[in-house]
């Protein structure tokens, strides 16, 4: 494990399971899938572009942990409860990952804790 170091912080959302927020290996940032949740772990309410700036929010408090930032993120993988929320997602994703990185999103069945959409990424470690 000397090869790898966990990350954690508490300007994000905790894990709701046995896993890291973030783990930093091989000169990458492997962030976990972020929810719509505050750095408390309450679930956003509002809409699908709250959610997904509450998300993205925590990614970027995980990678500074990291020693990383956003601008180094090369691999985005967003699960959607819903395709219909691809649009809404998209407005406010692009905000954040501006340098526009590699990129997938499915539409999941289900999600944990009923939320409708998490979001992964892979990040390059240190700054740019």
Known sequence: ????????????????????QAVVAGGQVYVSGQMPADAQGNLVEG???????AACKNIVAILEEAGSDISRV????????DMAHFGEMNSVYEKFFAHKPARSCIAAKALPKGIPLEIECIALAGKA
Do not use: C, H, R, W
């Open 47 to 53: 809409t699908i572009a709250q959610k997904t700036e």
């Open 74 to 81: 090369v691999k985005v993988n967003i699960f959607l409860d």
């Open 1 to 20: 494990m000397s090869d790898m170091q966990k990350v954690f912080t508490n300007k994000a959302t905790a894990p709701v399971g046995p896993y890291s």
